[in-house]
């Protein structure tokens, strides 16, 4: 077989001397090529293997400062990175104001109280682990061993598990998931105050599957469909962000949703269906997408690649936690060609 021009062969029936000559031409490593990937499945892997290595490594790091050095120690800039993040906080939203604000709330107006309560319990886990930190780093109370494991991860810039834990799943570090936190924040105070947005970012939601269950929940109501047989299907726009929206574009039913990324394929934007990656472009934001909701009996879906979405690049685990849902893209090649790739979204990226 010829692919990008390696071949691989199996060698046909011969004698032991020579069966060990051709396997000793064979080259010690394969291109991705061989397997019928591309060239950017090796890069992605050995950018994980480094991750990896370099978490390790962090954790290695000594724990007090030599001597004679200058600059800040250990517990100093632990203290100043807590003191930063607790200035950044917001406050929490007050639920019993926002509920009375809707009078019978719909689907989505649900979900949104959900989200609330859940953005409240992280705000108020973090504010007293913070000030829990504060005090156990001056000596006004024990360091316990969650409290040494938060200092511990401020120190190397990662995330404190006990955060993780109330937390949308992601792989990203200190710093990024602190601004991916504050435009959560945003836009769930966009939402109290104006409405549902008229382009959801989706990563911004802890449930994005709740927020998208609600959308076909009040088609369903509105249309007299039965919910077991109705579903969603998406379709990709032209409008590359949030800001080529226009302002009075909003569609009835269903909505439109931006924070994907594309793995394993590019987008062709001309012709609005998938092509081929560009070399070392690993990750690619999709177009803001329309989600529709439909009854399952009349799609016909041709000429499309039903793509898993992810809520991060990890994919999802044993369990298959992870998986938010699949979206339609358009293609003018076999699915199995995506398939192959390893074709997918993912909502967050690192």
């Not at 509105?222 to 569609?251: E, H, I, N, Q, Y």
């Not at 931006?258 to 990750?283: S, T, Y």
């Amino acid at each position: 077989v010829r692919v990008a021009s390696i071949t691989a062969f199996l060698p046909g029936p011969r004698a032991r001397r020579s069966t060990y000559v051709t396997i000793e031409t064979l080259p010690l490593v394969n291109s991705p090529a061989v397997f019928g990937l591309h060239a950017n499945a090796e890069i992605k892997y050995l950018d994980s293997a480094t991750r990896s290595i370099w978490e390790d490594l962090l954790g290695m790091q000594p724990r007090t400062a030599t001597s004679g050095s200058s600059g800040p120690t250990r517990e100093e800039h632990i203290a100043a990175v807590a003191t930063d993040l607790q200035a950044r906080l917001p406050e929490q939203f007050d639920l019993a104001i926002i509920r009375k604000n809707f009078d019978i709330p719909s689907p989505t107006q649900v979900v949104l109280l959900q989200e609330l309560e859940r953005f409240n319990a992280l705000i108020a886990l973090m504010e007293a682990t913070l000030r829990d930190l504060q005090r156990a780093l001056i000596g006004e109370i024990g360091m316990s061993s969650e409290l040494d494991a938060i200092a511990d991860c401020l120190f190397n810039g990662q995330l404190p598990e006990p955060w993780r834990r109330k937390a949308p799943a992601t792989e990203k570090a200190l710093g990024g998931w602190v601004t991916h936190f504050l435009r959560r924040h945003a836009q769930y105070v966009d939402w109290v105050a104006h409405g549902e947005p008229r382009v959801m970012w989706l990563s911004g939601i802890a449930i994005p599957e709740s927020y998208l269950t609600a959308l076909v929940q009040t088609a369903c109501r509105a249309k007299g469909w039965p919910l077991d047989r109705s579903t969603l299907f998406t379709r990709v726009t032209d409008f590359a962000t949030l800001a080529d929206v226009p302002g009075d574009k909003k569609p009835e039913f269903g909505c439109y949703i931006e924070g994907l990324f594309l793995e394993g394929a590019g987008w062709d934007a001309q012709r609005r269906c998938l092509r081929p990656q560009n070399p070392k472009e690993l990750v690619v934001p999709l177009p803001v997408v329309q989600v529709i909701p439909a009854e399952a009996s009349r799609l016909r879906l041709r000429g499309t690649f039903s793509a898993p979405l992810y809520v991060t690049q990890a994919r999802r685990n044993a369990m298959g936690v992870g998986l938010v849902t699949e979206c339609n893209l358009e293609t003018d090649m076999h699915e199995s060609h995506w398939i192959l790739q390893g074709v997918a979204l993912v909502l967050n990226v690192r």
